[in-house]
């Protein structure tokens, strides 16, 4: 009976040695090979002159591997993927596979993989137009008071944008002018919308006269 208990106590001391030396080699592995982390990358676009991108895709998921340390503390501001379109030679459909060469991460950083590996983007052509702008109002002047027809400095302003989507606006509207409590003219600043994400304005703020009078009262010429 002994013996036997001696066999079975052998035994576990056995498996015991084995479980300490995996995890001695596991540890040990971990160490050599160092430690992952997926995160997601932010997405930079260098288009051809002339070209504007229509759906650029923000961010991708990139896994990372380095020592332990290094994985620990890099920056997700860092890593950056960059998207070179020099092969675009015009407006259309451009399909992009992306790798590791294509993402900059900082020293002692391995790129193990990029998900999605392939971006399908829309490429068109940049076009500058002169749009008016038009004043949009809120609330109530006072006193009875109505608001004349406003007059904008600059009347116009220069947008940049996709052609298909420049083309297709007349006009740039402000962001609402307040009217509670007005009744005499008054002048002041506001915001011009953009449209689209991707229509660039030359200048945002324009300067708004708004003359003001009261019922059955001719509209003084202002300034």
């Not at 229509?54 to 990372?64: D, G, K, W, Y």
Request: no cysteine; aromatic share 4%.
């Amino acid at each position: 009976m002994s013996d036997r208990n001696g066999v079975v106590g052998m035994r576990v001391i056995s498996v015991a040695i084995a479980l300490i030396l995996w995890v001695y080699v596991t540890a040990d592995h971990r160490s050599e090979f160092g430690s992952e982390k997926v995160m997601d990358a932010s997405v930079t676009y260098n288009p051809p002159p002339g070209l504007i991108l229509l759906n650029p895709v923000q961010t991708v998921r990139v896994r990372l591997r380095g020592s332990e340390q290094a994985i620990r503390h890099v920056n997700p501001f860092l890593v950056d993927v960059q998207v070179i379109l020099d092969n675009a030679s015009g407006e259309g459909t451009v399909e992009v596979q992306l790798a590791a060469d294509n993402v900059l991460v900082p020293e002692g950083i391995e790129v193990v993989s990029i998900e999605p590996t392939r971006l399908e983007l829309q490429l068109d052509r940049e076009q500058r137009r002169l749009l008016s702008v038009r004043v949009r109002f809120s609330g109530e002047p006072a006193a009875g008071a109505v608001a004349g027809t406003p007059r904008v400095r600059p009347e116009q302003v220069l947008v940049t944008g996709p052609s298909r989507l420049v083309s297709a606006i007349d006009h740039l509207d402000t962001n609402p002018i307040n009217l509670n409590g007005h009744a005499l003219d008054f002048e002041e600043s506001t915001l011009v919308a953009s449209p689209d994400p991707l229509i660039k304005l030359q200048t945002q703020v324009v300067s708004v006269f708004i003359p003001m009078r009261q019922p059955d009262v001719p509209e003084s010429g202002g300034r």
